[in-house]
Nanobody, 117 residues
């Protein structure tokens, strides 16, 4: 079964930026519609946005406004999430997986982004 490995989480001051990475155990990142999700403390896991196999990128309404950028590396083996102008409400464990959520494979450990004010 495919495994996802998220990385890049850190403690960052508000207003800063961070790029998170997602790697997978096979070529699923290039072959499937892939998404970033996040789960804030005490809350459910929510969608940030997803990239289709045609390269279209869509963001959830809560992630619109230009602070979030989803991209892939040239080899299409790693998916990134750039978050700018970080706010305390961005503190969450971030995950990558397939989209829609009902098509998701088993979840990885996620990577924790903590924003300090």
């Amino acid at each position: 079964q495919v495994q996802f490995v998220e990385s890049g989480g850190s403690l960052v001051q508000s207003g800063g930026s961070l790029r998170l990475s997602c790697a997978a155990s096979d070529s699923i990142i290039s072959n499937r519609t892939m998404a970033w999700y996040r789960q804030a403390p005490g809350k459910q896991r929510d969608l940030i946005g997803y990239r289709t196999t045609h390269g279209e990128i869509h963001y959830a309404p809560s992630a619109e406004g230009g602070r979030f950028t989803i991209s892939l590396d040239n080899a299409k083996t790693t998916m990134y999430l750039q978050v700018d102008d970080l706010r305390s409400e961005d503190t969450a464990v971030h995950y990558c997986n397939q989209y829609p959520p009902w098509a998701a494979s088993s979840w990885g450990q996620g990577t924790l982004l903590t924003v300090s004010s």
